[in-house]
């Protein structure tokens, strides 16, 4: 960081302030953060009505009635066919567990909605049983949560298996998926794993039709290894592109415009339609289909590593189907997906031989068990390339957007025997922090990192270990201090700014401190309030030597200590008293004086205690004043 003519004057003021501060004593500072867990959502209650449609005021256009004169080449039709296997079938299973109506208030969903749903416990089952999986099946447009029950197997299957089984509304039954759609699923799995012993990286999404669509694209948007992940899936006669289903299918559009959907057509708002879809296809590039798929828009790119079982039927009144499922199955194998596909033909309804070529009468239930048992989520890969539709978490990267309203996407690798991580590319990002804990590096010292920007704006770089406090870099090639690195001591992130179209050789080296030092808000605004906290080790008459400095280099102190600004003129080093707990807590406020706008200040300490020497060193803070 260059040194100007004016930071001494702001060192001086900056460090007036510091002296004299309001103190909290007896506070502990620099406790490690951790993502705060939501409050267990209530049990939930049966509804009055079982789980017939309860409708909410989401300003949906009500649906016709089905008769024999029903159209079956639209979603909004052929989706609520009541096709049911045999009385027969459903007979072959013996078992004790009992379907389950119940919702959860809107206090839990957060939308202001309840989310009505159907579980089923398995037979025996025992709070102290070994976990065990979890079937997510999702209904077709349309069709209650209950429906998927009275039309399939895959309750009774899982009775069989012992495992649990949920269906989720989804809020609404007439939703694709969109946002509302999802907040309410993520609701019922959490309920799920809070309430019983399931194993969290045995979940299985099962959807039929437009279900399959949302189930496929909610298993490639949540991708955050320290949330719910998918281990594997079964699609069934799945709509995969809702842009498609909008040109193609006039019946449906009525539903896609309402607000809780995609809120106007694909061509006013097509990231809508792209972000909650696993295909996009070029809208002018079809009829006939499938038409060109736009592979850079499709999240399908996220399903990489999750087990998929595909099956539709060749002759789907819903014509333009089949084409999106085999051209999905096209993605998922040069993605190097483990896959069974099942395309049949001539489905028929078993109860009475009509022909139902769309319906959940197309899935063979066992040999989807067959496929999904054993299946386990992949929560750290070694490598991923993955698109983000928003700021989020996917694999060992965290990401901030450059842009809202289109996608991110970027790759990375962790060479763990190299001690390496590299980031090969990225699109779309403004920040990208690199989780070394979750890339199976924490803790590990040094880090080697490789990181290649070919954008046109700066990125953020920053590498997060929750395992220790951050340390320093310094370039792979000369072994220099990297200088204007930010370090987050609460958020366990050191940040580096990469240029554009440059690549960056770094060495994250462990750091030499055990003391916490935070200052916050960063920035802070002239005339903010500033809160300062240490947390040190406990010792009698302990001193926090404060070094404020314009100047970042790596600087040996007594004791073996190591700082990494330097403490020579024009620095100010101030002794602050800490409490007999090794803690401290400052309130600062920053004056409204021009002369600080702007200023960037790093901040670090050394702990002294009378008669032992130096004890320790806090991590540096980088302190922005706007």
């Known amino acids: 960081m260059a040194c100007s003519s004016r930071t001494a004057p702001i060192v001086v003021v900056v460090a007036a302030l510091l002296l004299l501060p309001a103190r909290v004593s007896g506070q502990q500072a620099g406790v490690q953060p951790g993502r705060r867990p939501a409050a ?115 309750d009774e299957h899982c009775a069989l298996r012992g495992w649990f089984y949920v269906a989720p509304t989804g809020l609404d039954d007439q939703l694709f998926g969109t946002a509302a759609a999802d907040r309410h699923v993520d609701a019922v799995v959490q309920w799920m794993l809070d ?126 189907l089949p084409a999106q499922s085999s051209r999905l199955v096209d993605r998922l194998k040069l993605l190097g997906t483990r896959l ?29 068990f067959h496929f999904l048992d054993g299946q386990r989520v992949t929560r750290r890969p070694a490598s991923f390339e993955l698109m983000f539709a928003e700021d ?45 804990v979750q890339a199976e590096l924490g803790g590990v010292c040094p880090v080697h990192i490789q990181a290649h920007h070919a954008g046109p704006q700066e990125l953020v770089l920053g590498l997060r270990d929750d395992e220790a406090l951050p340390g320093f870099l310094t370039n792979a090639a000369t072994g220099e201090l990297v200088t204007g690195a930010e370090w987050d001591a609460e958020e366990r992130i050191i940040s580096v700014v990469v240029a554009p179209g440059t690549t960056l050789g770094l060495r994250a080296e462990c750091p030499p401190w055990g003391t916490t030092l935070t200052m916050s808000p960063d920035p802070v605004a002239l005339g903010g309030a500033l809160e300062v906290r240490i947390g040190a080790p406990a010792a009698s008459g302990a001193i926090f030597w404060a070094v404020l400095s314009s100047t970042e280099m790596l600087f040996p102190i007594p004791g073996g200590k190591l700082l990494a600004i330097s403490p020579l ?52 803070v980088a302190l922005d004043i706007h």
């Not at 049966?46 to 016709?64: E, F, I, K």
């Not at 989020?392 to 809202?404: D, K």
Request: proline share 10%.
């Open 340 to 368: 069974k596909v099942r395309p049949v033909s001539g489905t028929v309804n078993p109860v009475n031989g009509t022909p139902a070529t769309h319906s959940w009468a197309v899935l063979d239930e066992i040999e989807l």
């Open 40 to 154: 267990p959502p209530a049990a939930p209650v049966p509804p009055a009505n079982g789980l017939a449609r309860v409708a909410p005021d989401l300003g949906l256009p009500p649906l016709p009635l089905i008769g024999s004169g029903s159209r079956r080449d639209s979603l909004r039709d052929a989706d609520r066919f009541l096709v049911a296997p045999t009385s027969a079938d459903s007979a072959a299973f013996s078992h004790t567990a009992t379907l389950v109506d119940a919702v959860l208030g809107a206090d839990v969903t957060g939308t202001g909605f309840d989310e009505y749903f159907q579980y089923q416990v398995p037979p025996g089952y025992a709070p102290t049983d070994a976990a065990v999986p979890l079937l997510i099946a999702y209904h077709g447009f349309g069709g209650s949560a209950g429906s998927v029950s009275l039309q399939s197997l895959l």
């Open 195 to 320: 309430e019983f012993r399931i194993d969290p990286d045995r979940l299985y999404m099962v959807g039929f039709s437009m279900g399959a669509g949302v189930v496929s694209n909610y298993a490639a948007r949540h991708r955050d290894p320290e949330g719910v992940m998918i281990a594997g899936l079964g699609l069934v006669s799945g709509a995969y592109d809702w842009a498609m289903s909008y040109k193609l299918d006039p019946a449906v559009q009525p539903w896609m415009v309402n607000p809780y959907n995609f809120g106007g057509s694909p061509l006013a708002v097509p990231f809508a339609y792209q972000s909650e879809a696993v295909l996009f296809f070029d809208p002018a590039s079809y009829p006939p289909t499938p038409g060109t798929l736009l592979t850079d828009l499709c999240l399908v790119n996220n399903l990489g590593g999750t087990p998929t079982y595909v099956t539709w039927d060749v002759g789907d009144s819903v014509t333009y």
């Open 392 to 436: 989020g978490r996917g694999a060992f990267a965290e990401v901030q957007q450059l842009a809202a309203g289109s996608f991110t996407r970027l790759a990375a690798r962790a060479h763990r025997d190299t001690k390496t991580l590299v980031l090969d590319w990225s699109e779309n990002a403004a920040v990208v922090n690199l989780d070394l």
């Open 569 to 620: 003129p024009p620095a100010t080093i101030l002794p602050l008293a800490l409490e007999l707990d090794g803690t401290l807590e400052l309130h600062v406020t920053i004056p409204s004086d021009p002369l600080l706008s702007g200023a960037r200040l790093s901040f670090q300490g050394a702990v002294y205690a009378p008669g032992i020497g130096f004890l320790d060193t806090s991590n540096p």
